[in-house]
């Protein structure tokens, strides 16, 4: 088999997919990011982060030009890498989360980015859900009735690894001459995977609870949509997310009913008698759930994906946002059914017993 098809083959297994375009799109994404000897180190790794020795053995090859292709191939984005008692690891990274994150932020490469958005906009449909749609800042009142996975000050309180990082899907709707005036530096990471990106990518930064907790607030203010990543067990991270550049937003988007994909436990709901006809709430939900029809704003609950953007710019108060009924409530998956991001605690597993 074709070294690149055998690539592709194994990174479509990961995560929600890397599925195969008409055109072969995906064989001249991985050939602009792999040399043929790239590829076939590539095919060594796992999803489990092994060290150097481990990797090399498998492969029949000396550890020092195993060690020195790996390093290549980190600064293209397609491993994860982490150092533990002064041993490097890697793992293999799915196309996303993984290298068309990485190389958004690392590359910069604008002929790639062009590729991975033409591959986007045209060929991909992923495997299963990414991210869940959590509210903006949850009422005193609602707060006491809420899990604390869609709460989400609830869960930056409960995290002590945070880091902050530019929007991959903003920065390569900027590299590809997006206008999109809306802020960055948004992205909430934790654990797992603050660490790799800042200190073996050196992108992005460490912050506190408290920066993280401003940083939702401006991004609601921005109009941004939160949505967590993350099994059962752990939330990895909080994304705040441009409805124009965000590739899980612009995706559900297209069809006719993005609340029946989103994963989300809310819902607005809209007292006509208060609607006052500013048409402010058009304006700021990121699915077109609202509209003005008659001289009021009418809300489709089909396009509604609970985020609560709509509530905070209502003037007159005729918008809320409420939990759905019970039988429509649902959590984080268990780790058997979610396959976006790797837990943070098995990556930590892995280290341990390598």
Known sequence: MDIYKKVHEQINGYSIGFPAAKSGLELAILKKLFTPEEAGIFTHLTRKLEPVRIIAARSGRDEKEVSALLEAMTRKGVTFPLTRRGEKYYAAAP?????????????????????????????FLPRGRALR????????????????????????EGKDRIGLFP?????????????????????????????????????????????????????EEAGLVHQTGGDSRNVECVCNCC????????LIKRFPAPGKLAA???????????????????ERCPMGALS????????????????????????????????????????????????????SLDYEDDVKSG
């Open 292 to 343: 003005m029809e008659d001289g009021k704003a009418a809300h489709n609950a089909d396009r509604c994906i609970g985020c609560g953007l709509c509530v905070g710019t209502c003037p007159s108060g005729a918008l809320a946002l409420r939990l759905k009924s019970e039988k429509e409530l649902t959590g984080p998956p268990p780790p058997e059914h979610y396959n976006f991001m790797k837990s």
């Open 95 to 123: 196309f996303a989360h993984g290298f068309f994150e990485h190389n958004a932020i690392l590359q910069k490469d604008s002929e790639l980015m062009g590729m991975i958005e033409e591959y986007l906009s045209r060929d």
């Open 133 to 156: 749609t959590v509210p903006v800042q949850v009422s005193p009142e609602e707060r006491r009735s809420v899990q604390p996975f869609d709460d989400v000050m609830k869960i930056i």
């Open 167 to 219: 929007c991959a899907c903003a920065t390569r709707m900027e590299i590809l001459n997006s206008n999109c005036p809306k802020p960055r530096e948004v992205c909430i990471a934790f654990d797992f995977y603050a660490e790799y990106p800042i200190e073996e990518f050196g992108i992005g930064r460490w912050i506190g609870r408290d920066e993280a907790m401003a940083v939702v607030v401006k991004a």
């Open 243 to 250: 409805g124009d550049c965000c590739v899980s937003l612009r």
């Open 264 to 282: 989300s436990n809310f819902i607005a709901v809209l007292d006509g008698e208060l609607c006052t006809a500013c048409g402010s709430c058009v």
